[in-house]
């Protein structure tokens, strides 16, 4: 029964062009993790290499080695003769990892508007156009990859490989369940855009605008993309101060 929802959710990771700069396994397991991390297989569920591997129509090998990496990284744990189970993470482990991640992010964000090479605006503005485009076409594995990128890539720029690997490691221990049910919402497309905001405060060097923004979207991890309400006053139009820079 877990199988056939599996199969329902995975439906259209199988229709996806395989990229030849990337291998199956690469793109079975970017695949199935933004389908665990968005909730569209749901925490429990049990998934076999048989099921995945007629899904992404490709032989069960690179199946196989996709869900041993994600046994690694937390995502499924193996059952005997089963497959593997998606593994979940609670309300307190959630809360936990957000207020650290709060810790770090928005005061780098902070940090980086103050020095941001505005010469490659146009490459973080190409992943914020895919963020958006993922929400606008329910394609939540290409938002999905496109926010940890973009993400990642503006941390990369401050230089502290530490920082990076820290922030790295806690993004993949994050569910955004509520995200399957954000499909087609307001929410979804308001948390997209916010990409574009937060680039917005950095090339004027609004150091503040940075640190408010990256805070109010960490917050959805714990609102809008866990399934919660969030305050109205929590959003809004934030605008950069064009006279920091």
């Known amino acids: 029964m877990q199988d056939a929802k599996v199969s329902k959710h995975l439906a259209g990771f199988g229709k996806t062009r395989i990229e030849p700069s990337s291998s199956l396994r690469d793109q079975v397991e970017a695949a199935i993790a933004a389908s665990i991390t968005s909730g569209e297989i749901a925490p429990d569920a049990v998934i076999s290499v048989p099921t995945l591997a007629v899904q992404f129509n490709v032989s069960a090998t690179p199946v196989r080695e996709a869900m041993l990496n994600l046994e690694k990284r937390g995502f499924v744990e193996a059952m005997r003769n089963r497959g593997f189970r998606v593994t979940s993470v609670s309300r307190q482990d959630l809360e936990e990892i957000v207020a650290v991640r709060q810790l770090l992010e928005p005061r780098s964000m902070a940090e980086l508007a103050s020095s941001f090479d505005t010469s490659k605006v146009a490459q973080f503005r190409q992943l914020a156009n895919s963020i958006v485009a993922g929400a606008q076409v329910a394609d939540l594995r290409s938002y999905l990859e496109s926010d940890a990128e973009f993400h990642l890539s503006l941390l990369q720029e401050l230089g502290n490989r530490h920082l990076l690997e ?39 060097g609004d150091s503040s605008g940075a640190e408010e923004l990256m805070t109010r979207h960490i917050r959805h991890i714990l609102g809008w993309w866990a399934g919660e309400p969030e305050p109205k006053n929590a959003t809004g139009d934030a605008r950069p101060n064009t006279a920091t820079r």
């Open 166 to 204: 820290i922030v790295r490691d806690l993004r993949s221990q994050t569910r955004l369940l509520g995200l399957v049910t954000l499909i087609e919402t307001e929410e979804l497309m308001q948390s997209a855009q916010e990409h574009h905001q937060l680039l917005d405060f950095l090339l004027v």
